[in-house]
């Protein structure tokens, strides 16, 4: 999770966060998360995000 901006742009993740994550699996619960979760996710990956950006 530390390299995850140098993969994904964490504000491109937000639509996904906000649209919500599907997995192919059928055990897998759907996640869905608030305006307010999403905002407080992206803020915490961004504070461990590698100096190395």
Aim: hydrophobic share 35%; net charge negative.
């Amino acid at each position: 999770m530390r390299d995850l901006s140098k993969r994904y742009p964490l504000d491109a993740l937000e639509e996904a966060f906000v649209e919500g994550i599907y997995s192919g699996h059928p055990d897998m619960p759907e996640f869905k998360a608030t305006s307010d979760q999403v905002t407080a996710l992206l803020a915490y990956l961004d504070t461990i995000q590698s100096d190395s950006r």
